[in-house]
């Protein structure tokens, strides 16, 4: 799998839990298999331009919108970000977040 279809992948599966569409409900929306739906966002299809843009205009949007991976970070990248953050806090701080992030994860 390439990272660009991931994050196509994870794109898509965002934009339709944020309108509330099931995968079976979206698909029909699309004209494309429910099947071909969840192989699409877990990144494994291949997409054809024509899919592209049955599923751009399935959400209304432009194609473009669905490239749109800024939002969407692996979970390597997000901790790179935040071990970066962390080196610029002084220790009272790191202390107080520590205690956050331990919190959250009970």
Same mark, same amino acid.
């Given at each position: 799998?390439?990272?660009?279809?991931?994050?196509? =992948?994870?794109?898509?599966? +965002? @934009?339709?839990?944020?309108?509330?569409? !099931?995968?079976?409900?979206?698909? $029909?929306? #699309? &004209?494309?298999?429910?099947?071909?739906?969840?192989?699409?966002?877990? =990144?494994?299809?291949?997409? +054809? @331009?024509?899919?592209?843009?049955?599923? !751009?205009?399935?959400?209304?949007? $432009?194609? #473009? &919108?669905?490239?749109?991976?800024?939002?969407?970070?692996?979970?390597?990248?997000?901790?790179?970000?935040?071990?970066?953050?962390?080196?610029?806090?002084?220790?009272?701080?790191?202390?107080?977040?520590?205690?956050?992030?331990?919190?959250?994860?009970?």
């Amino acid at each position: 799998m390439t990272e660009a279809k991931i994050l196509l =992948g994870k794109r898509i599966r +965002s @934009l339709r839990r944020s309108k509330d569409y !099931s995968q079976e409900e979206f698909a $029909e929306l #699309a &004209e494309i298999s429910g099947k071909y739906l969840g192989e699409i966002e877990r =990144g494994q299809a291949n997409l +054809s @331009l024509d899919i592209v843009e049955k599923i !751009s205009n399935a959400f209304n949007i $432009e194609i #473009a &919108e669905l490239f749109d991976f800024q939002h969407e970070s692996t979970r390597k990248e997000m901790r790179q970000k935040i071990t970066l953050l962390l080196k610029k806090v002084d220790y009272k701080n790191l202390q107080i977040i520590y205690r956050i992030i331990r919190c959250i994860l009970k």
